[in-house]
């Protein structure tokens, strides 16, 4: 078991995304707590600072809404005219992880 070179990041939706996912998506059929415990991950570059890793994230705030965006609406027809970073901070909770294990290798895991 190895300490990966990586911080993660998990998107958890919040529960105004899940509202507006569900007004867009009449063909939807799970309900908001499905949208809200269905938060993605992401590796991102290893930070010695938490601010510095919040900083980090929220300058590429348009990548990760796109991302969340197409994932849930994939039809841009139904996006926000324009994107802006409110959306981003409304939208979506962070959660910074600074150790991740990586388990891909690990014997323990192969008996």
Known sequence: MNRAPYCLLVLRPTEEFAQWVIERMPIFTGDEAHIRT?????????FDDRAVA?????????????????????????????????????????????????LTNSMQLHH
């Open 54 to 102: 919040q900083d980090w994230v929220e300058k590429r705030w348009r990548f990760f809404l796109e991302q969340q965006l197409l994932d849930w609406v994939p039809d841009r027809r139904h996006w926000p005219k324009r994107l802006l970073r409110s959306h981003f901070v409304t939208w979506f909770e962070l959660e910074l992880r600074e150790v991740v294990w990586d």
């Open 38 to 46: 269905d938060g993605e991950a992401y590796l991102l570059p290893c």
